[in-house]
């Protein structure tokens, strides 16, 4: 069940996947690796379905109430607590996001999800908020040396704080990861829109600096 699960999550086909993922967990009942890979998938559709214009997915919020029940049960796993605050990322609700923030820097402050604390990161750098963004995504980068996103995120922080160089540089080093990362399975493929979109703001930042500088004549 777990493998053709994976298979078919891989191939977008997430009711499938869901009903291997249920068997999985009834075979294993109480494993939280088994439970967290169903919750995953339940986000991956639920996030199709909103990227397709559908408002507020059934399969978001039963994916959330499948953490917070892992959380009640084992609250020294900090993973419920990250895929919970995903989930509200995803629902951009302001409040829970702050909540979940909190909760991590009191109970987890050493614990680093390289998807979600990139996530957050942008999602802070958009609001203005850049006070902890540098230490997150230096956290990141650590652990994850060779994770793109993580990257792209530090360049859209270079940017607020208008040091063009290390935008530039961290740019770069998301096109470089982004094309040197081992394809995990034979459907992977390269992230064509974070290199676009890491190309064109290098052009951007090459476009500043000419204003700049005919501005400074």
Do not use: C
């Not at 199709?48 to 959330?64: I, M, N, T, V």
């Not at 409040?95 to 923030?101: G, L, T, V």
């Amino acid at each position: 069940h777990l493998h053709r699960a994976r298979l078919y999550n891989i191939l977008g086909r997430y009711p499938e996947a869901d009903v291997d993922y249920r068997e999985a967990v009834k075979l294993r009942p109480g494993v939280y690796e088994y439970e967290s890979m169903r919750g995953r998938n339940l986000v991956d559709w639920g996030r199709s379905l909103a990227e397709r214009g559908k408002e507020s997915p059934q399969q978001l919020e039963d994916a959330y109430d499948l953490f917070r029940v892992a959380y009640a049960k084992n609250k020294k796993n900090s993973d419920p607590i990250f895929q919970m605050l995903a989930i509200e990322l995803l629902k951009k609700n302001d409040e829970n996001i702050r909540y979940y923030q909190s909760l991590l820097k009191s109970r987890f402050p050493q614990a680093v999800n390289r998807d979600v604390h990139t996530e957050l990161a942008s999602y802070l750098i958009d609001k203005g908020e850049i006070e902890d963004v540098w230490k997150m995504l230096a956290s990141v980068i650590r652990r994850y040396p060779d994770y793109p996103r993580a990257y792209f995120s530090l360049s859209l922080y270079y940017r607020t704080i208008d040091n063009r160089e290390a935008e530039e540089k961290a740019l770069e080093d998301a096109i470089t990861r982004e094309n040197g990362r081992e394809l995990e399975y034979p459907w992977d493929v390269r992230d064509r829109r974070l290199i676009s979109d890491s190309y064109n703001n290098i052009g951007d930042i090459y476009a500043r600096t000419a204003i700049s500088g005919f501005f400074a004549e």
